[in-house]
């Protein structure tokens, strides 16, 4: 018969074991090992990953606005000297509207005028010694026709008469050149538009090509953007687009140039919107954004 202390002490071990395998089995463990006899869901062994913000990708079917355009001129232009000398006159002021053909710098013109005379006087000389020459050489061949005169003598006048015509004809040249330089004195606006720069003044010496004046077309504008490449689609040539200034006012307008290249840094292209401007409402440098149609 067991001894009632050994029965005492048998029970408390079989207690502690049982204690100790509790406590190294989870609860949750507990139930996917098998406590209802069902096989753990996968759920519970796989890490979840925490929650927080995605990477959003651009849907190109949604209009969005491109944003940082810049209105630049049509076209503009540094108008130089084509002749060199004293400024008598400049016309116009910074910030004038010129029209085309308009004289907007006027250069001294005392020497040209002297070498268009002096080309003139030359060319009149050469041809009162041109019909002098011919008239020889006529004569020489009516006397060599009648046997008094030599061939020598006329083709001595031949040879003349040929040297007078090609002095004539470089005296000709030497006078359109004379009258070219007289009428590059007057400097013109090539097109219509803003002065909107003067890199010289009145009373000021210039050389041939130095710079005068600078003139910028806004009769019609360009609103100029870098467009993303997955919008590029809403921006092809020739499509509708419209310019939206700071203050929310819409200009109309159509896509006239795309660069071909796209920018591997910023993924985007330059496009150029084409706008009508004849109020002069845009500013060249207003700033804004794209809307394509």
Not at 30 to 37: D, L, P, Q, R
Not at 173 to 184: D, M
Request: with cysteine; proline share 5%.
């Amino acid at each position: 018969m067991i001894d009632a202390y050994h029965m005492k002490s048998t029970a408390r071990i079989v207690l502690a074991i049982a204690c100790f395998a509790a406590a190294a089995v989870p609860v949750g463990d507990s139930y996917a090992a098998g406590i209802t006899g069902k096989e753990r869901p996968v759920a519970a062994l796989t890490k979840q990953a925490p929650s927080g913000p995605r990477e959003q990708v651009a849907d190109p079917s949604v209009t969005v606005p491109i944003k940082s355009a810049v209105i630049v001129p049509f076209r503009a232009a540094d108008v130089p000297a084509d002749a060199r000398g004293i400024i008598t006159v400049f016309n116009f002021e910074k910030g004038d509207l010129v029209q085309k053909g308009q004289p907007i710098v006027e250069i001294s013109k005392d020497r040209y005028e002297i070498m268009v005379e002096m080309a003139k006087t030359k060319l009149d000389g050469l041809k009162q010694s041109l019909k002098f020459a011919e008239e020889s050489l006529a004569s020489k061949k009516e006397i060599y026709s009648k046997h008094y005169g030599t061939r020598q003598k006329l083709l001595e006048a031949e040879a003349e008469l040929s040297t007078i015509r090609h002095k004539a004809e470089e005296a000709k040249r030497e006078l359109q050149l004379a009258k070219i330089n007289l009428q590059s004195c007057v400097v013109r606006a090539p097109f219509t538009g803003y002065l909107v720069e003067k890199y010289k003044e009145a009373h000021e010496a210039v050389n041939q090509l130095d710079k005068l004046f600078r003139i910028v077309d806004t009769h019609n504008v360009y609103g100029v953007a870098n467009v993303p490449e997955n919008q590029l689609e809403r921006f092809r040539k020739g499509a509708r687009a419209s310019f939206v200034d700071s203050l929310g006012t819409t200009y109309a307008g159509s896509v006239d140039k795309i660069e071909p290249v796209i920018c591997p840094e910023s993924k985007t292209a330059k496009v150029h919107l084409l706008i009508q401007n004849p109020q002069f409402a845009l500013k060249v440098g207003m700033t804004g954004a794209l809307w394509s149609e």
